[in-house]
């Protein structure tokens, strides 16, 4: 097997389109690694070598009439088991959806496609979505490459795991309450949640969703390297017509203001002395860069988070609530009934007062990034998590949840965040930090997360232990 499968997105696509190097070639040694670990971590549970090979000798084909190619032309990518692809079963880790058979593409993944990406396979995911962990009765229980005893994250673990490996150079996830940005942060990866309405999207395997999920559920990518995380939203970004709440909006926004808000404790959180000693760094970085960095206090979070909330489970109590029962998975059982304690049933009173509301606090969040453009805040108020705590107690699930206010809270008002990797300790504990900022201002927050980098730009695949 050679060693393609470790360069960047950015690396491969150059070496394609410039002959130096054949899209087969590289969808082989990325094949080579996803066989040679990921039975180690579970993370890639649809596999699709024939699919993929045929896709390479298709680019191959093109480049060799000299045809035009796409931006991502031959590299390895992988997809989540939540959204369809053609031919392939949408299980969203379920067994009652194994043979669900996406017979079109859901845009994003036809955004990939159409740029020339070779989707080598389908990652893992809870059941339903649901957690920041990633275990489900159907496809098993997805692994850190970095250290088997903390979570992957959820709900995109298995992407997170799989790209940290160097299975695929960029892999596609999904959020609604940090489903992107948590496993990034436990894999030691990159990863973005677009702005609500930048990334089409849309699953023809089921109706269209509820008002939670369509105003809240985003598509982004995860990488080792922010230009593959840049060039991942480029891609997925593009238009189509499919998805009504698409809006287009330019990919990057000018800004000369160069505040950054700093936040250790958002709401009163009770951040980990770890987590606030890697923002203080990252806020040293931006410092030394040229950007005033000013300790203030954010706008409250823990109202747009119980909001969130409420909308997150009026979508499960129309339908999907019965699923939970046949599906009879232990731990989405098990969640699911911690969220209805947090929540208790929510009537149509209570959802029509949270969209009301929600008007009123993303005004606030826009009065906020008038002065400073960027956020920067803990990803979660501790370290990645014991692996499987949140089923272990009630307590226990109340103790997550508590410490993932930022990653409930910011979907419902349809912010973009970018968790940028920092750092991995000694004991093989990644760290990092969440930048957040206006709808449509990702140019803002690639900005600062690559200052944070400095000269850190690609993070090396790990050897899954």
């Known amino acids: 097997m050679s060693d393609l499968w470790k360069l960047t997105a950015v690396e491969i696509a150059d070496l394609v389109a410039s002959k130096k190097v054949t899209a087969t070639e590289v969808t082989q040694s990325a094949l080579g690694r996803l066989e040679a670990v990921n039975s180690r971590i579970n993370a890639v549970v649809q596999h699709m070598p024939d699919e993929a090979l045929a896709t ?14 796409g931006l991502m032309a031959g590299v390895p990518v992988t997809t989540k088991v939540n959204v369809d692809q053609s031919g392939f079963a949408t299980t969203n ?3 009652l959806q194994e043979n669900l058979i996406a017979e079109q593409d859901n845009p994003v993944v036809a955004n990939l496609k159409n740029a020339d990406a070779v989707i080598i396979g389908r990652t893992n995911t809870p059941a339903f979505s649901l ?9 098993g229980h997805t692994l850190n490459p970095h250290n088997n005893a903390i979570t992957p994250g959820g709900s995109s673990g298995g992407c997170a795991s799989a790209t940290a490996s160097g299975i695929g150079a960029i892999g596609h996830g999904t959020d609604i309450a940090g489903s992107i940005r948590y496993p990034a942060y436990a894999c030691g990866i990159h990863g973005i949640r677009p702005s609500f309405g930048r990334v089409p999207a849309v699953n023809f395997t089921a109706p269209d969703r509820h008002l939670g999920g369509q105003i809240m559920a985003v598509s982004g990518p995860l990488a080792r390297s922010m230009e593959d995380v840049k060039l991942g939203y480029e891609v997925m970004s593009a238009h189509n017509h499919l998805d009504p709440w ?21 709401s009163g959180l009770n951040t980990d002395p770890a987590v606030k000693e890697a923002l203080q760094q990252a806020a040293q970085k931006l410092e030394d860069a ?18 969130q909330a409420i909308l997150w489970l009026a979508e499960f109590q129309q339908g999907t609530a019965d699923m939970v029962a046949k599906e009879n998975d232990e731990d989405a059982v098990f969640v699911y009934e911690q969220m209805l304690r947090h929540c208790g049933e929510v009537s149509l009173e209570r959802m029509m007062k949270a969209i009301q509301r929600r008007v009123g606090l993303i005004r606030e969040w826009n009065i906020f990034f008038e002065k400073y453009p960027v956020l920067l805040c803990p990803v979660s108020a501790k370290p990645p998590f014991e692996d499987l705590v949140d089923v272990r107690s009630p307590a226990d699930f109340d103790d997550v949840f508590e410490a993932q206010l930022l990653q409930i809270a910011t979907p419902f008002c349809g912010l973009p965040g970018l968790v940028v990797s920092t750092s991995i300790s000694e004991d093989n504990i990644p760290m990092g930090v969440q930048l957040v900022s206006a709808r449509f201002n990702e140019a803002a927050l690639f900005n600062a997360g690559s200052v944070i980098l400095g000269t850190h730009k690609t993070i090396a695949p790990v050897n899954p232990v």
């Open 56 to 69: 390479a000798r298709q680019i191959d084909e093109k480049i060799a009439r000299n045809e035009p190619v």
């Open 93 to 95: 880790g379920l067994r």
């Open 131 to 139: 957690r920041w962990f990633c275990r489900n009765s159907l496809h």
């Open 246 to 266: 698409w809006t287009p909006a330019p990919l990057y926004q000018p800004t000369n203001n160069k505040n950054v808000a700093l936040d250790l404790t958002p």
């Open 290 to 307: 040229g950007f005033n960095v000013e300790e203030v206090k954010s706008p409250d979070l823990r109202e747009a988070g119980s909001l």
